[in-house]
C-alpha cells in the first residue's frame, strides 16, 4: 500500500464557483455548506458559490471558504472511497487548520470558526500596515536571503525549488524584488495580496491568535501533521498553539515539508481544497511521486478512480 498524505489548500487558491458543483450533486457537501452558514451566521457558501470575487477575496471571507470547501473535498473523498486511509497530513498557511482538522486535532466548527477569526485578525494587521508579497524565481534562497537582509524583508514560504515568497514593506518588497534580478533571478514580481503575510507585520495577529487557541479544546492527532515553522510533525497540543501563533509571522517551509514525508516513505499526495498549486510544488522536488486532487466533482471522481485501480494514468 502506498503511504498517503492529504495536502490542504492556503489562501490564494480562492476562486468565485469553488464548491458549487459539489453543493449541486452531493448531499454531504450541501449539509456542510449549509452547516458552515449555521455557525458562522453568514451564507458563506453564497460568497464560494457566486462571489463577487472582492468579497470572497477578502481574507476574514477566503480563509473560512478555502477551509470549507477543502473539508467538504476532504468529506466527499472519504464517502466515495470507503476504503480510503492516509497516514499524514500537511496543509500550506490556513491550509494547516485543515490538515490538522483531518487529522482530528479541532472538531468541523471550531476549524471553521478559528479560520475565519484568524483571516480577521490577519485582515486587521493588514489594515494596520501597508505591506505586499512577490515571487522569486530562479534565485537560490541563501542569494535570496542576503537579498532580503539588505532589504529589510522577510522571507514567507518556502514552496518548492526556484519559487520562494518574499513579505514586508511595500516599497521594501519592490526594491528587494529590483535587487534579486541583479543577483540572477529569473523573474521577481509583486502579488496581489492584501498585506504581507508571514512576516513580522502581521506581529499585530499574534496575541489575538494565541488567545484564540488557548479557549479551544484540542485533541491527539490520529496521524502526524506537518508544521509548517519547523516542517516537522507537531507534537502534542501546547506544541500546535505555539506553532500555529508562531506560524503568523514565520516562513512557511513547504519544499523541507514535502522533503520530510518523502524521506518517510510517502509516495502518494492528494490535494484537497480549490486549485492545484501544491500539486504543481510537490512535482517540482519530486516528479516520480503520485499525486492526485479533489477540487470540483470531475477531479473527485477522476481521484476515486486512481485510488481504484491504485495507479495514476499517465
Not at 4 to 17: D, E, I, N, P
Amino acid at each position: 500500500m502506498l503511504k498517503t498524505a492529504l495536502l490542504f489548500a492556503g489562501q490564494g487558491s480562492q476562486c468565485v464557483g469553488m464548491g458549487r458543483d459539489l453543493a449541486a450533486q452531493f448531499p454531504t457537501a450541501k449539509a456542510l455548506f449549509d452547516r458552515s452558514r449555521e455557525i458562522l451566521g453568514f451564507d458563506l457558501a453564497q460568497i464560494c458559490f457566486e462571489g463577487p470575487e472582492p468579497e470572497l477575496t477578502r481574507t476574514e471571507n477566503a480563509q473560512p471558504a478555502i477551509f470549507a470547501t477543502s473539508w467538504v473535498a476532504f468529506q466527499l473523498l472519504k464517502e466515495q472511497q470507503r476504503d480510503f486511509s492516509f497516514q499524514a497530513t500537511a496543509g500550506l498557511s490556513l491550509g494547516e487548520l485543515t490538515a490538522l482538522t483531518a487529522a482530528g486535532v479541532f472538531s468541523f466548527e471550531d476549524g471553521l470558526r478559528i479560520s475565519r477569526q484568524r483571516g480577521r485578525f490577519m485582515q486587521e494587521a493588514c489594515e494596520l500596515t501597508h505591506g505586499s508579497m512577490a515571487a522569486v524565481l530562479g534565485l537560490e534562497a541563501a542569494a535570496l536571503q542576503e537579498v532580503c537582509a539588505a532589504a529589510d524583508v522577510d522571507v514567507a514560504n518556502l514552496n518548492c525549488p526556484g519559487q520562494i515568497v518574499i513579505s514586508g514593506e511595500t516599497e521594501k518588497v519592490a526594491a528587494a524584488c529590483e535587487q534579486a534580478k541583479v543577483k540572477g533571478a529569473k523573474r521577481a514580481m509583486m502579488l496581489p495580496v492584501a498585506g504581507a503575510y508571514h512576516s513580522r507585520l502581521m506581529a499585530s495577529a499574534q496575541p489575538k491568535v494565541k488567545a484564540m487557541l488557548d479557549a479551544v479544546a484540542l485533541q491527539p492527532a490520529i496521524v502526524p501533521v506537518i508544521s509548517n515553522v519547523t516542517a516537522l510533525p507537531h507534537g502534542g497540543p501546547d506544541d500546535i498553539r505555539q506553532g500555529l501563533t508562531a506560524q503568523v509571522v514565520s516562513p512557511v517551509r513547504w519544499e523541507g515539508s514535502i522533503r520530510y514525508l518523502l524521506a518517510q516513505g510517502f509516495q502518494r499526495f492528494i490535494e484537497l481544497g480549490p486549485g492545484t498549486a501544491l500539486s504543481g510544488f510537490v512535482k517540482r522536488i519530486d516528479k516520480t511521486v503520485t499525486i492526485l486532487n479533489v477540487a470540483d466533482a470531475p477531479s473527485l471522481e477522476a481521484t476515486v478512480k486512481a485510488l481504484q485501480a491504485n495507479f495514476v494514468p499517465k
